[in-house]
Every structure is written in C-alpha cells, then in structure tokens.
C-alpha cells in the first residue's frame, strides 16, 4: 500500500468511528443501558485507533510468513522499487 493510500485508508478509518459515536444507533442504546452504552463506542474507538495505528506505522507481516504471490519481501527488493520512506539515507 503506498504511503498517500494508507493516509487516506487512516482518515477514512477516524471519520467512521467518530461518525458511528455520533450517530443516534448503536449497537448498544445508551438512553437504555446508561454508562454501559458507552461501551460500544469506546470500542468502536480503540479498533480504530488501533487501525489507524497500523496503517500510518507501516508494519510488516511476522517473520516467517510468506508474502502474497508476486511480490518480493521488502528487503530484497532494491532501493529504487522501495518506497522512499523505507530507504536508508546514506550516512
């Protein structure tokens, strides 16, 4: 995923989760249940957050799982193929 994409991806990710905690229907109603009807939210907000996280960081796959067919990992890719943000300045 490009860099301008996950950003867009990230954005998209925080005006959902804060549309849905906006938004009168929930999955659990507060005017109901009171405080505990926050819980969907706030749940609804850390999976964002933790999205978003992942999105913007860039995070590999785990060692020792095997990347989708085509493509190479990233450390055997040369510098010209990797995203800038990936590429070692000289020193």
């Known amino acids: 995923m490009t860099r301008g994409r996950a950003?867009?991806?990230a954005v998209l990710v925080a005006l959902g989760a804060l549309a849905?905690?906006?938004s009168p229907i929930d999955i659990i109603p507060e005017l109901l249940t009171g405080p505990l009807g926050l819980a969907d939210?706030?749940?609804v907000w850390v999976?964002?957050?933790v999205a978003i996280w992942k999105l913007l960081s860039?995070?590999?796959p785990a060692p020792g799982t095997t990347p989708p067919?085509?493509?190479q990992?990233?450390?055997a890719q040369p510098a010209a193929e990797q995203p800038r943000w990936e590429q070692k300045l000289p020193e």
């Open 47 to 49: 999976g964002a957050g």
């Open 69 to 71: 067919a085509g493509e």
């Open 58 to 60: 860039g995070s590999k």
């Open 41 to 43: 939210d706030l749940a």
């Open 73 to 75: 990992p990233p450390a």
């Open 7 to 9: 950003i867009l991806s």
């Open 20 to 22: 849905y905690g906006a």
